[in-house]
């Protein structure tokens, strides 16, 4: 998965990003952001296997979600989850809970422009992509600058850790989700001395599964 879980010179600080497990059957397939599901059996033994993986990381903090599916996951890990509300995933709003075929019969005006420009649609009663973006950079800054010279595992979700990607590789919104972000998935960002003034990150792995 990686060679060393030393972080190289000049590395200030290396996040983990984490996927949750996979969810219960009753939210796939369906537009599930608030909705609070915990794991299945399937994603309970994915994480367990992950955190077999990540024993010898001498992972600093934990930060999560707030939803069960990423508390269930940190607990598999063996950690302590530090709950921060920014990492959720977005808000869909009124559309929470609905399968993809009802959204799609419902609001088929704001089906369509999801469909069409995912990071351009605000969902009625819930959150636009620029509202997440906002919440999640805001809070990966905090980290970043409480978490110095330190390993930070942030277990969340699939839009989450696709913002925080972009960013380090310089990608445009509009193209995260060419990204794919499995359940269980683990990223891997060093990133150096004065990364938010320029300075540079490495992504060192990108959704690895054990």
Same mark, same amino acid.
């Given at each position: 998965?990686?060679?060393?879980? %030393?972080?190289?010179?000049?590395?200030?600080?290396?996040?983990?990003?984490?996927?949750?497990?996979?969810?219960?059957?009753? =939210?796939?397939?369906?537009?599930?952001?608030?909705?609070? $599901?915990?794991?299945?059996?399937?994603?309970?033994?994915?994480?367990?296997?992950?955190?077999?993986?990540?024993?010898?990381?001498? +992972?600093?903090?934990?930060?999560?979600?707030?939803?069960?599916?990423?508390?269930?996951?940190?607990?598999?890990?063996? @950690?302590?989850? +530090?709950?921060?509300?920014?990492?959720?995933?977005? %808000?869909? @709003? &009124?559309?929470?809970?609905?399968?993809?075929? &009802?959204?799609?019969?419902? #609001?088929?005006?704001?089906?369509?422009?999801?469909?069409? =420009?995912?990071?351009?649609?605000?969902?009625?009663?819930?959150?636009?992509?620029?509202?997440?973006?906002?919440?999640?950079?805001?809070? $990966?800054?905090? +980290?970043?600058? =409480?978490?110095?010279?330190?390993?930070?595992?942030? $277990?969340?979700?699939?839009?989450? %850790?696709?913002?925080?990607? =972009?960013?380090?590789? @310089?990608?445009?919104?509009?193209?995260?989700?060419?990204?794919? /972000?499995? #359940?269980? @998935?683990?990223?891997?960002?060093?990133?150096?001395?004065?990364?938010?003034?320029?300075?540079?990150?490495? $992504?060192?792995?990108?959704?690895? /599964?054990?």
């Amino acid at each position: 998965m990686i060679a060393s879980w %030393n972080r190289p010179d000049g590395v200030s600080l290396r996040l983990l990003l984490i996927r949750h497990g996979e969810p219960e059957a009753s =939210a796939r397939g369906r537009c599930y952001g608030k909705l609070d $599901v915990g794991l299945s059996a399937n994603g309970h033994a994915q994480m367990a296997r992950l955190g077999e993986a990540l024993e010898s990381a001498s +992972i600093d903090a934990f930060y999560a979600s707030p939803r069960r599916r990423a508390l269930e996951s940190v607990e598999r890990l063996g @950690g302590k989850p +530090i709950v921060e509300p920014r990492l959720a995933e977005i %808000n869909f @709003g &009124e559309l929470e809970g609905l399968t993809y075929d &009802e959204a799609a019969e419902r #609001y088929p005006r704001i089906y369509e422009e999801w469909m069409r =420009a995912p990071t351009e649609v605000h969902f009625p009663g819930g959150e636009s992509f620029t509202d997440m973006r906002q919440r999640v950079l805001e809070v $990966v800054s905090e +980290i970043r600058e =409480a978490r110095k010279e330190q390993t930070v595992a942030i $277990v969340s979700h699939g839009g989450v %850790n696709r913002i925080v990607l =972009a960013k380090a590789l @310089g990608i445009e919104s509009r193209a995260i989700f060419r990204m794919e /972000q499995s #359940y269980a @998935g683990m990223s891997v960002i060093d990133e150096y001395d004065e990364y938010e003034l320029g300075g540079d990150c490495i $992504v060192r792995v990108l959704n690895a /599964q054990c």
